[in-house]
């Protein structure tokens, strides 16, 4: 992808190129393995804890809870980081438009 805007000279279309690309190729990857490990790791502190009981709901259970809150958090995650970078592309594209117009 090349960006090659003539109201811009060549820097400003490079660094809009590589702003473009930052938020147009988030995925939320990353953002949603962090929250996996930090789901893993509070709900290991909860299990140590005695807050969440292994005897009570049994290992099925417990197993079966884990992967429901660490579901529900990496996705809310990566949905969330998604739409962030949509909102800045968004920005972006209104900066981008301001500034060429008002040349």
Known sequence: MSVKL??????????LEEKI?????????GEGKT???VTLI??????CSGL???KVLGIAKTIGLYFLIAF???????????LNARKRLNKLVQEVQF???NL
């Open 6 to 15: 003539d109201s811009l000279d060549e820097s400003e279309n490079k660094i």
């Open 21 to 29: 690309k930052k938020y147009y190729g988030v995925c939320g990857c």
């Open 35 to 37: 929250a996996g490990v």
């Open 42 to 47: 509070i709900f290991l502190a909860l299990l």
């Open 52 to 54: 969440i009981s292994i």
């Open 72 to 82: 529900i958090n990496m996705f809310f995650s990566k949905v969330y980081t998604i």
């Open 99 to 101: 500034k060429t117009i």
